[in-house]
Structure formats: structure tokens, C-alpha cells
């Protein structure tokens, strides 16, 4: 148990960068892994370490997401969840299939999600604030980077991670000194200057972001961006505010796009993240990696199917000569007999009657 912890779950987003994949669904609800879907991962990541609470920071087809949580989280491990305002109707049974949630209030940024759930997320018994994203792929203890938190001293901690400086400009560029104390965050720098990026997951002492949300809210609505990448934490930077970056050396992934979401599943076949250890949601049953078809999935392909690179999740339906290359194939969606799929996703549901090659434009 990480005592005097809460987290909060940032899962406002509308996903609008993820094309048809959300077209139905919210962006934290679009499966992944062949095992779960994408919020699952913050969730046991937080239930594994010993958070008390995660305090759910969502807008956009809310219910949908609360459903999913009553279901499959909210009786795992010593973990809570809070569902901010709508917290009693939804613990006392008051959401109803199909029914939507009373709409929070409007939000600009990410700041403006912590902003509008203060007296959630500050409430008594809570030293520091975790906050996480709903689009993130990583398994982690977060353990050891409260333990570091706390002997530091800083007002914040960030996640950092390196990666190839090609890919920097998509990410927040982190610059550090010698005694890891962050001395500048750039969000998607366009000549990057480090290869070390900021995970987007980090630990706030209370008081610390207390004090910084007030600052610049005096800035008034136009004063700021109401973000926390590029407001809150440069903010604490050039104010003085310690900020100190703890490395990530697990595989972390921001699924930001429909082309990052078929990359970063088919990266999995190469196992950098242990299939037992992902949350499953979608089956009760962990996805398997199968060596000769370098794929992995939720249930074994058909014999009479070929299949080679690809992620399968449960529920999808390959009929006798389908063929499916390097493509990510979702809950309840059927190749018909004969059909090749490459490099591509198919989406829950959807039947494929031709040959289908490259994501759609």
C-alpha cells in the first residue's frame, strides 16, 4: 500500500486523432493487447502499486467508462474508485444501462481537469497527487518513484524516458542536471536539444500544485493554456519549484493516433511487455503469444486461416482461407473466406469481404 497517495485519471479526451476506432466508443474503451482495453492499464498499474484511490477525471461519454470500471475495478486489490461528482450515484447503483451522466463542467485543458475535481483529489488523507493518462500502455509499480519523491523533497516528479531524438518532437523534451533535477520541459520542440522525454505520468506534492493552480489561475482565462505540460510544470521550473525526473525503463507507449496504435500492438509481438501481467478485461483470459505465427492473441485462429504478425483479440472470426498480415483485428469482427488483410485494423464488428491493404485514408 502507498500511503498518503491518490491518483487522478486524466480520460477527458475526445480522441479525435483515432478516426473510426472511436466513432462508438470513448478513447480510453478502444481495446488493446488482445486482452483489455487501453484505461486498463493505468488501472492496474494503480491497483498493483497500493494507490487507495484513483479519482476518475472523464468527459466525454462518461458513463460508457464508468460501466467499464464498476465492472472489472472497482473490487480489485485495496483500490477505490472515485467517480468525482457523480461518485454516490454511480457507487449506490444509480447508473442505468444505456443512461447517460449529468455533463461536468467544461474544461480547456488538463490543469482545468484538476482544477474542477480539487476537492476530490485534495481531500484529507492525501499527501500527494499521481496523475495518469487513459491512453497510456506501460505496467509499473509506482512505489519506488514515491519513495524517491518523498526523499527529494520536490514539489514534483515527472517520468522520464529516452528514446531515439527523431521521435523527441513528438513527445515533452526533458533537459536535466546532474542530481536529476528537471531544468526545462519543452512540449513538442521542434529542433530537439535532449533524447529524454516526459512520460506524462508524474507525482505532485499537494500544497506544491495547490499553489501553482492558484498562480496561474490569477493569470486569468487567457493568461494561460490550462495545461500541465505547458503551464504547471514550467511554471514550477522557472519559479524555482524543484521538479525532479525519475527514470522509466519499462516499455512505455502514448497512443495518440490510429498509425501508433496499429505500431505499438504489433511491437508487443516482440514481447517487450510480459502477456501474463496485462490487465484482462476483455476475456478473463491473459493473451497468448503464438511462436509460429509471431502473433498474439485472445483465442487460437482457425487452422484453415493464415495469420503471421498480427494481434487477435477475442471474439474476432477468421473464415477458412482468410488471410491476415501484420494487422490488429478486434472484438467481433469477421474476415471472410479467402479475404487478406495487411497492415491494417479491422474494427469490432466489421466484416471484410475484399482484400484490404494499409490503414484507410
Known amino acids: 500500500m502507498v500511503n498518503g497517495v ?17 466513432d462508438r466508443l470513448c478513447k480510453p474503451l478502444v481495446p488493446y493487447a488482445a486482452s483489455c482495453r487501453l484505461v486498463d492499464f493505468s488501472l492496474v498499474n494503480a491497483v498493483r502499486s497500493g494507490i487507495p484511490e484513483v479519482v476518475l477525471l472523464s468527459l ?29 450515484l454511480v457507487h449506490s447503483g444509480g447508473l442505468a444501462d444505456g443512461e ?23 481531500a ?36 522520464v524516458q529516452r528514446i531515439e531524438r527523431r521521435y523527441v518532437s513528438l513527445f515533452g523534451m526533458v533537459e536535466v542536471d546532474g542530481e536529476s533535477r528537471v531544468r526545462a520541459l519543452v512540449e513538442k520542440p521542434a529542433n530537439p536539444t535532449s533524447d ?5 505520468f508524474c507525482l505532485f506534492r499537494i500544497d506544491a500544485l495547490r ?37 522509466i525503463s519499462c516499455y512505455w507507449a502514448d497512443i495518440g493516433t490510429v498509425e501508433r496504435y496499429l505500431l505499438e500492438q504489433l511491437k508487443l509481438l516482440d514481447l517487450p511487455m510480459d502477456p501474463m501481467a496485462m490487465p484482462r478485461t476483455l476475456s ?3 493473451p497468448r503469444y503464438l511462436p509460429e505465427h509471431h502473433s498474439l492473441v485472445g483465442e487460437d ?51 471484410v469481404t475484399a482484400d484490404r491493404n494499409g490503414l484507410a485514408a
Not at 75 to 85: A, D, L, V
Not at 309 to 327: D, M, N, T
Request: overall charge negative; hydrophobic content about 40%.
Open 100 to 122: 447517460p451522466l449529468p455533463p461536468r463542467p467544461a474544461e480547456h485543458g488538463t490543469a482545468d481537469a484538476l482544477l474542477t475535481n480539487a476537492e476530490y483529489l485534495f
Open 284 to 286: 478473463g483470459s491473459p
Open 6 to 22: 491518490r491518483a487522478g485519471l486524466l480520460a477527458g479526451g475526445l480522441g479525435e486523432r483515432m478516426g473510426p476506432l472511436t
Open 196 to 200: 529524454l522525454i516526459f512520460t506524462a
Open 211 to 247: 499553489e501553482v493552480l492558484a498562480e496561474l489561475s490569477a493569470l486569468g482565462e487567457n493568461g494561460w493554456q490550462h495545461d500541465i505540460s505547458r503551464d504547471v510544470l514550467p511554471h514550477m521550473i522557472t519559479t524555482g519549484r524543484r521538479v525532479s525526473a525519475f527514470p
Open 60 to 88: 466525454h461519454r462518461e458513463a460508457d467508462l464508468a460501466r467499464h470500471l464498476l465492472r472489472h475495478w472497482t473490487n480489485q486489490g485495496n483500490t477505490r474508485i472515485h467517480f468525482g461528482p457523480h461518485d454516490e
Open 124 to 159: 484529507p488523507g492525501a499527501r500527494d497527487v499521481l496523475v495518469q493518462h487513459a491512453d497510456h500502455v506501460y505496467l509499473m509499480d509506482y512505489g519506488p518513484m514515491v519513495a524517491a519523491h518523498r526523499d527529494s523533497g520536490a514539489g514534483c516528479t515527472i517520468g
Open 301 to 351: 485462429p482457425t487452422p484453415d486461416a493464415t495469420v503471421d504478425s498480427s494481434v487477435l483479440h477475442p471474439g474476432c472470426r477468421l473464415e477458412p482461407g482468410a488471410v491476415v498480415r501484420g494487422s490488429v483485428v478486434l472484438p467481433g469482427a469477421t474476415i471472410a473466406e479467402g479475404v487478406t488483410v495487411a497492415d491494417t485494423i479491422v474494427l469490432e464488428g466489421e466484416t
